[in-house]
C-alpha cells in the first residue's frame, strides 16, 4: 500500500468520524422535543432518527455539492502537482471539526456541527493557502446568510405554528389533546430526522470528495460515488442510534418546558426550513433551525417558560464555533505541514495529528464520565445542577 492511498484510507475514516459525531451531536435537534413530552420513549426515538436519517442521505447530493466545491477555491491548487497538500487541508479541516463537536458535546450545548466542519476547513485552507484559498462569496451566501436567517425563521414560523395549534384546540380536552398530539409528534420528528440526513450527511460526502479529487482517484466534474453516499448514511446513522444525551436534554428541557403541541409546531416548521435548504444546496446549520423552533415554540404558547439564560449560553457557543474551529484546523495543518516539511514526507505529519486526535477525544470521553447523561436521565427536571453542566 503506498503512502498516498494510507493518507487517504485515514482521511476517509477521520471523515466518517466526523459523521459519526454530526450524528449523535444532532440527534435532539430531530428528537428531543418527542422525548421530552413521551410521545417517544428515549432508545425508541433514537432508532427511528436513525433509520431515517439513513433514508435522507440518499434522497439529496446538492449541500455536498456546496461543501465540496463551493468552499476551498481548488483553483489555488494544482492538484496533479500538490494533492497531498489539498489532502491535509481537508483532513485537518476535518480534524478542526471533531474536536470541537465533542469539546461543545461534553458539557451539553447543541453547537452547530455544520459550522464545526466549514470552520476546520476555512481555518485549514486559511493556514495552507491564504485568504484566496477560500471562497468567500459562497461562505457568505450559502452559508454565513442562513446560520443568521435560518434561527430566526425557524422561531417566526414555529412561533405562529404554535399560536395556531393552541388556538384551534382549545376546545379539546387536554387529555385527549395530549393524546392526538404525541401521534403528530411522532410524524414531525420523524420528518426532521429524514431532513436532517438530506443535509447534514451530505456535508461529509462533500468532504470526501475533496479528498477523492485530491489523490486524483475522481475529476472534480464527477458525480459523487455510491460507496461515499452510503458510508455517510451509515456512519451519521450509527452516530444518532448511540444517542446524544446531554445535548437531547439541553434542547429538550433547557430551553423550554415543551408540551405535544409545541412539540409538532417546532419540528414541523424545522422539517419545512430544512428540507427546502436541501433543494437549493444550503449546507445551513439544523441546530440553528431546531433550536429556534424549540424557542418560538415557547413564545407561541401563553404562559411559556423560556430560559433566556440558557438560549444565550447556545447563540455563544454559534457565533465563536466558526473561528474556534478555524483555530484547531489552522493549528493542526501547521503540526501536520511543519512534520512533513521536516521529515521530507507526505504522511508523517498526518499520523501525528491523527493521534492527537484520537488521544484528545479519549480525554474528552473520559471526563465525559464524570457526570454521565443517559436515556434513563434525559428526561429529569432541568435544575440548577443541569444549567452548570450546560454552561
Known sequence: ?????????????????????????????????????????????????????????????????????????????????????????????LVGGILWNLLTWLVGLPSSSSHALFGGLIGSALAALGFSGVQWAGVFSKIVIPAVMSPVIAAFVSCIGTWLVYRIAAPVSDERKHRTFRWGQVGTASLMSLAHGTNDAQKTMGVIFLALVASGAVNESDSIPFWVKAACAIAIALGTWLGGWRIIRTLGKGIVEVDTPQGVAAD?????????????????????????????????????????????????????????????????????????????????????VFGLLC?????IWRRSKHDDVSADSVTDDWDEKSQKVSA
Open 268 to 352: 414541523g416548521a424545522s422539517a419545512a426550513i430544512i428540507l427546502t435548504s436541501s433543494h437549493f444546496g444550503m449546507a445551513l446549520s439544523t441546530t440553528h433551525v431546531a433550536t429556534g423552533s424549540i424557542l418560538g415554540s415557547g413564545l407561541g404558547r401563553k404562559g411559556a417558560q423560556v430560559r433566556w439564560g440558557v438560549a444565550g449560553r447556545m447563540v455563544l457557543a454559534w457565533v465563536i464555533t466558526l473561528p474556534a474551529a478555524s483555530v484547531i484546523g489552522a493549528v493542526t495543518w501547521l503540526i501536520g505541514a511543519g512534520l512533513n516539511t521536516l521529515t521530507g514526507t507526505h504522511f508523517v505529519g498526518e499520523l501525528v
Open 1 to 93: 500500500m503506498t503512502t498516498e492511498l494510507i493518507v487517504l484510507v485515514i482521511v476517509v475514516l477521520t471523515a466518517l468520524a466526523f459523521d459519526f459525531t454530526n450524528g449523535f451531536h444532532d440527534t435532539g435537534n430531530a428528537m428531543a422535543t418527542s422525548i421530552a413530552t413521551g410521545a417517544l420513549k428515549p432508545k425508541t426515538a433514537v432508532a427511528l432518527s436513525a433509520s431515517l436519517n439513513l433514508v435522507g442521505a440518499f434522497l439529496s447530493v446538492e449541500v455536498a455539492k456546496t461543501v465540496g466545491k463551493g468552499l476551498v477555491n481548488l483553483d489555488q491548487i494544482d492538484i496533479s502537482q500538490d494533492g497531498s497538500g489539498l489532502m491535509l487541508i481537508v483532513f485537518t479541516g
Open 359 to 363: 488521544l484528545f477525544s479519549f480525554i
